[in-house]
C-alpha cells in the first residue's frame, strides 16, 4: 500500500516509517497538514495516517479539506487518550477508524489489513449505471411488512430496537451504524464490516429481510460511487431470491436534495436488473453517456465524443462505439456519428426510467419513507 504519514513529531515520523516499511508498505510523509495537502494532490495514495492535532491545521480540518476537494483517501487517526471525542468526530467526518497514543505495533497492523480489506471490496464491486443528478419528483411506494419474510435483521442509525418495536418486529437481530463502539455497533465508515454482518444474515438464515435505516450516514462518509458500489454488490451478489433489502428514508430529509438522489439512484439502480437482460446495450455506463451525448448533438465525429465524455481508454471506447454500431443504435456518416430510430427509442427508455424512477416489480430491494407514528406506518 502507499500510505502517507502526517505528523508534525519528525522521530515519530520516522519510527512509523521504519515499521511499516518491514511491511512491504510505500511510504511517504509530512510534517504538517499543509505539506501532507501539497503531496495529495499531486501523488495517489492509499491510506493517511495522520495525528489530529499539529499547527494551524488539525489531522480533521485535514481529512475534511481531502474531502471537500473530492480526493478519494481513506484515513486513520492517531491522537492521545484524552482526544477520543475529537478522534470520534474524525469520524463522522469521513475518517475510516483512529488509534489512541502509545500504541503497540499489532494494532496499528490489524487496521492497516482492515483498510485493505475495505479497499478490495470498493475495487472489486461491479457498478452499477449512474443517473443524472436530477432531483426525483413526486414518488411514493405503499406496501406492508407483512408482505415480508421472517426473520428480520435491522440496521439503523438510530437504537434499531425502537425501529423492530416502531414497525411491531419481534425478535429481530439488531446492528447499530454508529462511533460508540459498542455490542453490535458498526462504525458507518466500515462498509466491508457491515457487508459480512448481511452476508451472514443470508448465510444462516434460510429466508429474511433487512431493514436498513440510515443510508444517508453511509453517504455522509463515502462517495457516491462508493455508496452505489456497495449497494449494488449487496443486490446483485448477497441477496439471494429468498431474501429483500428495504431501505428506510427519513421523511423529514424528503426536501433534501441528496436524499432525493439518494432515493432516485436507488431505483433506477433497481430498473438496471430488470432491464439487463432486454436491454443489455445500455447497461454500460459508457454506452449511456454516448447515447445521452448523440441524442443531444445529433452528430459527432469520433474525437469530439471522446472530448466530451470522461473517457480513459480510447480503445475501450472504440470498442462500445463498435458494439452500439453493430446493434443498429448508431451509424456513421462520413466519420459523424448519429443515433438511428432504434438509439433514438433507447434515448427515450433511458430518460423515462432515470425520470419516474422505474422500480422491478420482481425485484427485491425498495426504497421507502420512514414516518414516524405509533401505529404502524405505510410504507
Keep these: 500500500m502507499r500510505i502517507l504519514i502526517v505528523d508534525d513529531n519528525t522521530t515519530f515520523l520516522e519510527t512509523m516509517s521504519n515499521i511499516l516499511?518491514?511491511?512491504?508498505?510505500?511510504i511517504f510523509t509530512a510534517t504538517s497538514a499543509e505539506e501532507a495537502l501539497e503531496v495529495i494532490v499531486k501523488e495517489k495514495f492509499d491510506l493517511l495516517l495522520t495525528d489530529l492535532k499539529m499547527g494551524d491545521l488539525s489531522g480533521i480540518d485535514l481529512i475534511r479539506e481531502i474531502n471537500n476537494r473530492g480526493i478519494d483517501l481513506m484515513s486513520i487517526v492517531i491522537t492521545g487518550y484524552?482526544?477520543?471525542?475529537?478522534?470520534?468526530?474524525?469520524?463522522?467526518?469521513g475518517a475510516y477508524d483512529y488509534l489512541l497514543k502509545p500504541f503497540e505495533v499489532s494494532p496499528l497492523r490489524e487496521k492497516i489489513e482492515e483498510v485493505q480489506k475495505?479497499?478490495?471490496?470498493?475495487n472489486n464491486i461491479s457498478f452499477s449505471l449512474p443517473v443524472n443528478e436530477q432531483i426525483l419528483q413526486d414518488y411514493s411506494i405503499e406496501s406492508s411488512l407483512d408482505e415480508y419474510e421472517r426473520p428480520f435483521l435491522v440496521i439503523s442509525n438510530e437504537d434499531p430496537q425502537k425501529i423492530a418495536n416502531e414497525y411491531k418486529i419481534e425478535n429481530a437481530l439488531n446492528i447499530r451504524l454508529g462511533f460508540a463502539r459498542g455490542a453490535n455497533e458498526i462504525p458507518p465508515t466500515k462498509l466491508h464490516l457491515l457487508q459480512h454482518q448481511i452476508e451472514e444474515f443470508v448465510r444462516t438464515q434460510e429466508q429474511g429481510t433487512i431493514i436498513f435505516k440510515g443510508i444517508e450516514e453511509l453517504f455522509r462518509v463515502h462517495s457516491w460511487t462508493h455508496f452505489k458500489g456497495f449497494l449494488d454488490e449487496i443486490s446483485r451478489n448477497i441477496l439471494s431470491s429468498n431474501f429483500s433489502l428495504i431501505l428506510l428514508v427519513e421523511e423529514k430529509n424528503q426536501d433534501n436534495a441528496v436524499s432525493h438522489l439518494l432515493i432516485h439512484d436507488a431505483l433506477s439502480l433497481l430498473s438496471i436488473q430488470a432491464f439487463n437482460s432486454i436491454i443489455s446495450l445500455i447497461s454500460h455506463p459508457l454506452r449511456k453517456d454516448i447515447i445521452n451525448l448523440l441524442k443531444s448533438h445529433r452528430k459527432l465525429n469520433f474525437n469530439k465524443i471522446l472530448e466530451e465524455l470522461p473517457v480513459t481508454s480510447s480503445s475501450s471506447f472504440a470498442f462500445h462505439i463498435k458494439k452500439l454500431v453493430q446493434e443498429d443504435i448508431l451509424e456513421k456518416d462520413d466519420n459523424l456519428y448519429y443515433l438511428t430510430s432504434r438509439g433514438h427509442y433507447f434515448a427515450e427508455i433511458i430518460f423515462i426510467l432515470e425520470k419516474i424512477g422505474f422500480v422491478d416489480p420482481g425485484s427485491k430491494i425498495r426504497v421507502f419513507n420512514h414516518i414516524r407514528r405509533a401505529k404502524k406506518p405505510t410504507l
Design 21 to 26: 516499511l518491514l511491511d512491504q508498505h510505500e
Design 82 to 93: 484524552g482526544s477520543i471525542d475529537s478522534a470520534v468526530e474524525a469520524m463522522k467526518t
Design 118 to 122: 475495505e479497499l478490495r471490496l470498493r
